[in-house]
């Protein structure tokens, strides 16, 4: 397929990468040339930081920018696109079909549930891709997730924003925890690879078994005396000790 | 070595386990049979409802029993033992060596940082062992743990406190983010293994670089639009609610 992505972000760039490394042409567009460093390093995939020369016939326009943004690139590129037949769409777990529906005849949600760093290599086939589309879009955003990945599943915009929520606390909370673990740490000048053995096993019990079954630790055990001397230690970080206090309540609230 | 464990709960199981498994002679106790089924299952592993009834002439008790319960059973054995030269230890991570450094001589802490579900097999090589030790114990202690993990540390009572409460937020609060994640999903009728690539990847991430440098997502992009809406989704949670407005504000005073 012939495919242009709007924005360069850590997103973007692997949605580029993915999709130049099973043979699509790829055209990036973004704002500025700074953010397009990783997508010039790629083999054929061509780019541009003017919105009016990106190919103006490609199969799927892809935009991929903060959702914050996403309303004004769409109105722009409608006006540089001079075509109602382009598929449209966007790659944000949390923002409506709606925003694309009111302007493009033929839009859609192409969203990759992964957490992406721009320098971490990915295995592209894992990664769940949820469809949504109208007018058509949906069957070629299928065959466009498939052609990168197996594991792929239409979502309506509901159910990719409870998707989203999820994944917020599976991962983005899950890493903050992490670095909260390395903060204490470093202040005992413990380093953090300490964690590691346990980090994997916490995450090797969670393939196996529900994770509110594999809970451990004070709060389940409602060990008091355990959680109120933690509690005093984070005195002197008032965050930490109140998420402390919150994420053990919910604990025992879940038994 | 002749060994004698205190208790039957997921560490002590997990510990009489390992030590079995590489030879040692080792008698478990526990106040009742019900807690003794999986010790039992284990071939060359003694198990007693009686205190009286343990070994006398074991090289180390090892005291694994809930945090506290572990002065009543400390004071017990030194009432059975009879003898000032065994060396007598605990397991937990946040007590101090001072609950036994008060009743017996050689005494210390042998601390296996690790999740422990009873019914999961573990790698015990991989457990990162922290060892503190009085009169000799230390080295006998030492010798112990290395006799099963290739990590074996010293770290007195504050840094093995520090450590607990890092493992609290790296494997507990961890593996509650999952559990939140998987009844958010549940109400949606989505399984919570579609969360699994992710999961891998934000651990694989961890690996390789410091969770505060793979932080992804809308808190750290500070997109307020997105993480409005999430907080608005929470509305009928109070508690996730907050924890997700405390996680994500941190997340941004993190940067």
């Not at 592209?124 to 007018?135: Q, R, T």
């Not at 809970?215 to 005093?232: C, K, L, Y």
Request: charged share 20%; glycine share 6%; aromatic share 8%.
């Amino acid at each position: 397929m012939k495919l242009c992505i709007l924005g360069a972000g850590n997103v973007a760039t692997h949605l580029a990468t993915a999709f130049v490394g099973v043979g699509h042409d790829v055209t990036v567009w973004n704002r500025n040339e700074a953010g397009l460093d990783m997508v010039n390093s790629l083999h054929n995939c061509h780019s541009t930081t003017r919105l009016d020369f990106l190919p103006k016939d490609a199969d799927v326009y892809l935009i991929s920018v903060r959702d914050d943004a996403l309303n004004d690139i769409a109105e722009a590129l409608r006006g540089v696109l001079g075509r109602t037949d382009a598929i449209i769409a966007h790659t944000a777990g949390s923002v409506a079909l709606h925003v694309l529906e009111t302007r493009f005849t033929h839009c859609g949600v192409l969203y990759p549930m992964q957490t992406f760093s721009k320098t971490k290599p990915l295995d592209y086939s894992a990664i769940p891709f949820f469809i949504e589309g109208k007018g058509g879009a949906e069957r070629v955003l299928w065959r466009l997730a498939e052609s990168v990945s197996a594991n792929v599943y239409v979502a309506d915009s509901h159910q990719r924003k409870t998707l989203h929520i999820a994944s917020v606390f599976a991962c983005n909370f899950v890493n903050h925890c992490f670095a909260i673990s390395e903060r204490i740490l470093s202040e005992a000048n413990v380093p953090f690879r300490v964690m590691l053995p346990l980090i994997q096993e916490t995450i090797a019990k969670v393939q196996i078994m529900s994770p509110s079954q594999g809970q451990t630790g004070p709060a389940v055990r409602e060990d008091h005396t355990i959680m109120d001397e933690h509690i005093r230690m984070l005195c002197d970080k008032p965050i930490e000790q109140e998420i402390y206090k919150l994420l053990s309540q919910n604990i025992i609230n879940y038994k």
